[in-house]
């Protein structure tokens, strides 16, 4: 009992750090047809740049509102400066995008160099929570907490302002919604700069964690992807229910079969693409 | 030239040409064959002269040191490196009268990456040596292209057991220990303490495989029983899962042997997993060094590892070497950075004793295998597989002056990678890779 109990605990904090990464990559792609590789990058910038402050103001809280801030706006940048000139052809978004992780991954080997980092915790988010058998590190409770919380808040601001009616409105009709005047060009990059600074945001969360080190951004690209293919694209809903599989099957996977580590996420992701390619909540 | 000629031909009228420049060289393409074929000879001579210069012309010899700037290892990687420009700054950056180059190369603990640098080191730079060395992989990975090229290889860092067992060979060195060489005496100290159940965790390749297996197998012949083997992948962000996986009271004592980053992650997630305090923690030193325990911090202590080497050995070689690399480098050194050091001293001496001449390969190679000298750790000179006889230590994280140290508790004298079976009967049991998933069942 304990030992699911944990791993349950174990397969949810893990779910909602692939969330917070998923949930933008798939309403970046519902919204605008966009398949972004370099979210990737998002992320590692996001705990590099959690890093960098830290060193500076010596405060975790600070990271988690500077670091999402900053990789937003380098988003919006990167998207006004150089993606939105190949947003209709998405092979040229694949090159593209896979080129911008490359540069951004050795421009961060070159800034914060090689040897893996952990960005440091706040006191009261250290030592462990314990509760009858079980116990469990109270940093990975608050991440399980952040990430319900945020996807609470996500799932309101879509679905109950206007400007979620607008982009929602955008993922089922791009044109309609222009046609009706609305300033799509701003909508779009609005909605990238919330999916960037979500990805850094994971980025701070996840690198207080897992650390932060050179290749981190493929790894995470990679799994967010899975969920993606799984949840469906551009369904926020499917983007939560993937995190919470992938998570699961991953965790489980290590502990129950810790010989196919590498394998647990990718068979389910191929099973998927086989038989149902547009994913649990994705349209055709 | 070529494609001018095409695109003439390629013309829509035939033997017309659309530029007159491809005209031309369709008038001169036999012309433009013999220029190339002259250029071709040309490149071909200057490309012999230059190595005939190179053997010639060998005031400088040249030692290639690999070992990883990135990834989870990086920090062992600069180990190597301090070892080696430390031992050499102290001599001059010379041995006897010749005058010695140390380059680096970054083999980011990929073995096909290894390859590549090693190739351009041999080849391009013409080093003598290749030295270094960290991930078991890279290694293993090298061990044939040293024999091939009859390059001196000394593995300062890598505890590949094969290396300098079934896949010996003259030119192949170690300066650290064998992969199960601390494990022997270890395993069988840990049931001695009265351990009984062990559950192990290593990441899954040879390095973990054999430091793990090591303890096992005279663990188990002394009535002990492994309750469990985990094996995560190197490199795995997050060890959650794998802490979790077993029952802590089906066992006494959990043995893991993680390096560089992962052991700094493992320790702490050991004490966030409320593990530490209910069961005893043990491992080779790879999980505590002299580097990380400091930023292991507190959840380190107690735990309780085997090697033949800490910056806490209490003996005047060791005090010089710490003193001296603590000014350098301005921090603890490692058993990484003393078996590099004295990876460094082994081609030195060999290079002293012939006088700086490389050309001879069987007696340098003879000059190496023979050097036994009094290194940091104690007295140090090579088996007949050229890996060295070191005495093992058990060393348990204390905490001296505010400081954490590796404090030796036992000692066991010179134990050799073989431990008490002959050459032949330990290399006649099956690899410690093959049997891995075999000693829980």
């Known amino acids: ?284 | 030239m070529m494609q001018r000629v095409l695109r003439c031909r390629a013309s829509r009228r035939p033997g017309r040409c659309r530029y007159w420049w491809d005209q031309y060289s369709a008038d001169n393409q036999g012309a433009n064959d013999m220029m190339r074929k002259f250029a071709a000879a040309t490149v071909v001579a200057a490309v012999a002269a230059g190595t005939s210069w190179g053997a010639t012309a060998q005031e400088t010899v040249r030692i290639g040191v690999l070992g990883p700037n990135t990834g989870p290892y990086a920090v062992i990687g600069e180990e190597v490196k301090n070892g080696f420009e430390m031992f050499f700054a102290e001599k001059g950056n010379k041995a006897g009268n010749v005058k010695v180059e140390v380059l680096f190369e970054d083999d980011q603990a990929k073995p096909d990456v290894g390859m590549t640098k090693a190739q351009k080191l041999v080849e391009r730079d013409k080093v003598a040596f290749l030295g270094g060395v960290v991930s078991s992989s890279v290694a293993y990975a090298l061990r044939d292209y040293a024999v091939n090229q009859n390059v001196p290889l000394v593995v300062t860092v890598a505890s590949a057991d094969g290396l300098t067992q079934k896949q010996a060979a003259p030119v192949i060195f170690r300066t650290n220990s064998s992969g199960s060489q601390a494990s022997h005496p270890f395993g069988k100290w840990l049931a001695d303490q009265g351990y009984k159940r062990l559950v192990m965790m290593a990441p899954n390749y040879a390095m973990g495989y054999e430091q793990t297996g090591g303890f096992a197998r005279t663990f188990t012949a002394a009535g002990g029983k492994i309750v469990k083997s985990l094996y995560p992948p190197l490199g795995a962000a997050d060890f959650g899962p794998f802490l979790t996986a077993f029952d802590p009271k089906q066992a006494d004592a959990l043995a893991a042997v993680f390096a560089g980053a992962e052991a700094i992650k493992y320790v702490k997630q050991f004490s966030e997993y409320g593990l530490k305090g209910t069961i005893p923690l043990v491992g080779t030193s790879l999980l505590t060094d002299d580097l990380i325990l400091a930023q292991q911090g507190d959840a380190a202590i107690g735990i309780t590892t085997a090697m033949h080497y800490s910056s806490a050995l209490d003996n005047p070689e060791n005090k010089a070497f710490v003193d001296a690399y603590q000014k350098r480098y301005n921090r603890t050194p490692t058993f990484y950075s003393e078996g590099s050091y004295v990876g460094a001293r082994v081609i030195h001496d060999a290079l002293v004793a012939r006088n700086g001449d490389t050309k001879d390969k069987p007696a340098l190679l003879k000059a190496m295998h023979d050097v036994d000298f009094v290194a940091p750790r104690g007295r140090f000179r090579f088996d007949d597989r050229n890996s060295p006889i070191n005495d093992i230590y058990v060393f348990r994280v204390e905490k001296e002056g505010g400081k954490l140290v590796n404090k030796p508790i036992a000692k066991f004298d010179s134990i050799s990678q073989f431990y008490t079976w002959t050459p032949e009967a330990f290399m006649a049991m099956p690899d410690y890779a093959s049997v891995a998933n075999d000693w829980a069942k």
């Open chain 1, 1 to 284: 009992m304990t030992f699911w109990s944990i791993q349950i605990l174990n397969g949810l904090s893990l779910a909602m750090l692939l969330f917070l990464l998923a949930s933008g990559l798939s309403v970046i792609f519902g919204l605008m047809r966009f398949i972004n590789l370099a979210h990737g990058s998002f992320y590692l910038l996001g705990a590099y740049a959690g890093l960098s402050v830290i060193r500076v103001t010596d405060s975790f809280w600070a990271a988690l509102v500077l670091a999402p801030l900053a990789v937003a706006v380098i988003g919006v940048a990167l998207q006004r400066l150089l993606l939105h000139r190949v947003q209709s052809n998405e092979l040229a978004q694949v090159l593209l995008t896979f080129g911008v992780l490359l540069v951004v991954s050795d421009l961060s080997l070159w800034i914060w160099g090689g040897l893996p980092q952990t960005l440091s915790r706040p006191a009261i988010l250290e030592g462990s929570w314990r509760w009858g058998g079980i116990v469990f590190p109270i940093y990975r409770l608050a991440l399980t907490i952040t990430g319900i919380v945020v996807a609470i808040a996500i799932w309101l601001f879509l679905e109950r302002t206007r400007i979620g009616a607008i982009v929602r409105a955008g993922v089922d009709d791009e044109e309609m919604v222009r046609g009706i005047g609305v300033n799509i060009g701003a909508v779009f990059s609005a909605v990238f700069a919330v999916g960037a600074g979500l990805a850094g945001l994971a980025g701070v969360l996840g690198g207080a964690m897992l650390g932060v080190y050179p290749g981190a951004d493929f790894e995470v690209v990679l799994q967010a992807f899975a969920v993606v293919v799984i949840g469906g694209l551009g369904s926020l809903r499917g983007a939560f229910i993937g995190s919470l599989f992938i998570g699961m099957v991953d965790t489980l996977g290590k502990s129950l079969m810790p010989d196919l580590a590498l394998f647990t996420i990718f068979v389910p992701m191929v099973a998927m693409l086989a038989i149902r390619p547009s994913g649990l909540f994705g349209r055709a």
